[in-house]
């Protein structure tokens, strides 16, 4: 397993409407910040077992030629959101015909599951 130093960078194909989701499965507080591609930062936060779902939405990709880059960083306060620490992150995805999901699983320290929280990205790609 290879993990990534903070934050992590999810490659996205030009001109795609992409579904992100954020989940939780640890008791410690997890803070998830996603940078889309020339867009705001999305800041979800919360804690709870069984794939609790901290936040979801849908942002399109700047238009153009290349791939582009957005950023996932994961934090995780045991002390109620006073301090923070960050979450050793895994990425990760794959292919299946034309959809896409792209995984940041990460492990704040605990019982080293890369669980505590997921943030996944998906998309189709077009055939024309």
């Given at each position: 397993m290879q993990r990534n130093a903070m934050p992590a960078s999810i490659l996205l194909p030009p001109s795609t409407n992409v579904f992100l989701a954020a989940f939780t499965n640890a008791s410690d507080i997890q803070r998830v910040t996603i940078t889309p591609?020339?867009?705001q930062?999305?800041?979800w936060q919360g804690s709870g077992e069984n794939n609790k779902?901290?936040?979801?939405t849908f942002f399109q990709?700047?238009?153009?030629?290349?791939d582009v880059s957005a950023t996932v960083d994961i934090?995780?306060?045991?002390d109620g959101g006073r301090t923070w620490q960050e979450s050793a992150l895994l990425?990760?995805?794959c292919s299946v015909a034309t959809m896409n999901i792209q995984v940041v699983l990460s492990e704040d320290q605990v019982d080293r599951d890369y669980n505590d929280a997921v943030v996944q990205f998906l998309w189709w790609e077009s055939l024309s």
């Amino acid at each position: 397993m290879q993990r990534n130093a903070m934050p992590a960078s999810i490659l996205l194909p030009p001109s795609t409407n992409v579904f992100l989701a954020a989940f939780t499965n640890a008791s410690d507080i997890q803070r998830v910040t996603i940078t889309p591609p020339g867009g705001q930062a999305i800041v979800w936060q919360g804690s709870g077992e069984n794939n609790k779902q901290i936040g979801s939405t849908f942002f399109q990709t700047p238009s153009g030629s290349q791939d582009v880059s957005a950023t996932v960083d994961i934090q995780h306060s045991s002390d109620g959101g006073r301090t923070w620490q960050e979450s050793a992150l895994l990425p990760g995805g794959c292919s299946v015909a034309t959809m896409n999901i792209q995984v940041v699983l990460s492990e704040d320290q605990v019982d080293r599951d890369y669980n505590d929280a997921v943030v996944q990205f998906l998309w189709w790609e077009s055939l024309s």
